[in-house]
């Protein structure tokens, strides 16, 4: 395991398991977010972020972590290049939950995400904007396409579905204690 995709809805994870996993295998984090957002909530278009991924993928020629989707705009760039894909399909409720603790603190600190990137309570309320809506409307749809996606992959693509917190401990955990 040195090339991993860490795939799933927003407010699953990803981001936190990626940071950990990158961390216990010794190799860069590379969050598709920080590539998408420029300054002012600019998205990278798709030929763009596509640079920024295979820049950041061959900088990282001896393993990566990557977290995020972003398939409309990169295809299966990652996933082609992947060894392990790692899907977090937490229950609606967790994902909601994590959504409006985590906008609503990030609010409330002002907290810098990306490129000088803030959340604020307009974007938070605005449905086109919101990232709470954005978890609304797309979490059934991942776990619709996401095997779909998974069973046109390489047959040696091992593919982790990870759908609680104890999961996610275990699976960290033999991933510690694999040998180096």
Not at 95 to 106: D, E, I, K, P, Q
Request: aromatic share 6%.
């Amino acid at each position: 395991m040195r090339r991993v995709s860490v795939v799933g809805g927003s407010c699953s994870g990803k981001t936190s398991l990626s940071g950990t996993l990158a961390a216990l295998l010794g190799v860069p984090h590379i969050e598709l977010d920080a590539l998408h957002h420029g300054p002012n909530w600019r998205e990278a278009s798709a030929e763009e972020l596509r640079a920024c991924v295979e820049a950041a993928l061959t900088q990282a020629a001896d393993g990566w972590v990557v977290d995020g989707n972003y398939h409309g705009k990169l295809g299966t760039l990652v996933l082609e290049r992947a060894d392990t894909v790692v899907w977090l399909d937490p229950p609606f409720r967790i994902a909601l939950g994590r959504v409006l603790r985590r906008t609503g603190s990030r609010i409330a600190r002002r907290a810098e995400l990306w490129n000088g990137n803030r959340e604020t309570l307009r974007n938070a309320l605005l449905p086109r904007e919101s990232i709470v809506w954005w978890v609304v409307r797309t979490h059934r749809r991942y776990r619709r396409v996401l095997p779909e996606r998974f069973a046109a992959a390489p047959p040696e693509l091992r593919v982790f579905r990870l759908r609680s917190a104890s999961e996610v401990r275990g699976f960290l955990a033999s991933v510690a204690a694999r040998p180096a």
